[in-house]
């Protein structure tokens, strides 16, 4: 098992479509972030939770809604989304503490809204 | 403001050169510094790391780093560069903890000529 997993790995779908995705942490972390990366964009943080408590959310338009059963598992809902919104979209976890935030990721999701 | 800059948005090097990525960053308290490499379609990879002491850090792949608080910089070097380091590459400054987001530079994409 790699230490953070995403799937799908790639998804297409259409403005009016729900669809989900998932990640999955196997290395013990109590943080969890989404992010979000664009070409030609830096990497965007959109979510981040800490002991399955929501503590960040950059300015994301609602149609992105994040869920955090436990602390192994994230979750994006994605819901009437625009075209804009296709991007690799990636998963990372990482430990609090002394030795600060390094942060593992997933492979991410590459999404394609058509 | 906190942020991450990399100069150089691409650089094209031979095999067997060395190699010099450049990264400047204006962070409010002790910055955690952080190398990551992506590789077309994965997720980002840890190349290193600087919390404290050393100021030249070691990381995997033969690459290093040297953190220099008067030039606020943290540049990564490698000194004879293998096709297979062909990827893009991102400086960040992260935090204490995950409430403290983690700032990623905008990324060098390295090409390498056989």
């Known amino acids: 098992e790699t230490g953070v997993t995403q799937t799908p790995r790639h998804l297409v779908m259409g403005m009016t479509n729900k669809k989900s995705l998932k990640c999955e942490q196997h290395?013990?972390?109590?943080?969890m972030y989404w992010y979000k990366q664009s070409a030609k964009k830096p990497l965007e943080l959109m979510f981040v939770y800490s002991l399955e408590e929501r503590v960040e959310n950059n300015s994301v338009p609602s149609r992105f809604s994040p869920e955090c059963p436990n602390s192994s598992h994230l979750f994006l809902h994605l819901h009437t989304l625009q075209p804009e919104d296709s991007a690799l979209y990636l998963c990372a976890s990482s430990q609090d503490g002394e030795l600060g935030t390094e942060a593992f990721f997933g492979q991410g999701t590459r999404l394609t809204v058509v | 403001a906190q942020s991450v800059t990399q100069p150089d948005i691409h650089i094209t090097v031979s095999e067997g050169a060395s190699l010099e990525l450049r990264c400047n960053y204006s962070?409010?308290?002790?910055?955690?510094l952080f190398w990551y490499v992506q590789s077309p379609g994965q997720g980002l990879q840890l190349l290193l790391k600087y919390f404290s002491g050393d100021t030249l850090v070691q990381g995997i792949k033969g690459f290093e780093a040297e953190f220099k608080r008067s030039q606020s910089s943290f540049n990564l070097r490698k000194p004879s560069v293998h096709w297979s380091d062909a990827a893009e590459y991102f400086c960040?400054?992260?935090?204490?903890?995950?409430?403290?987001?983690?700032?990623f530079g905008p990324g060098t994409s390295l090409s390498v000529i056989p």
């Open positions: 962070y409010g308290a002790t910055p955690y």
């Open positions: 960040a400054v992260g935090a204490k903890t995950s409430y403290d987001k983690v700032i």
């Open positions: 290395l013990g972390h109590n943080a």
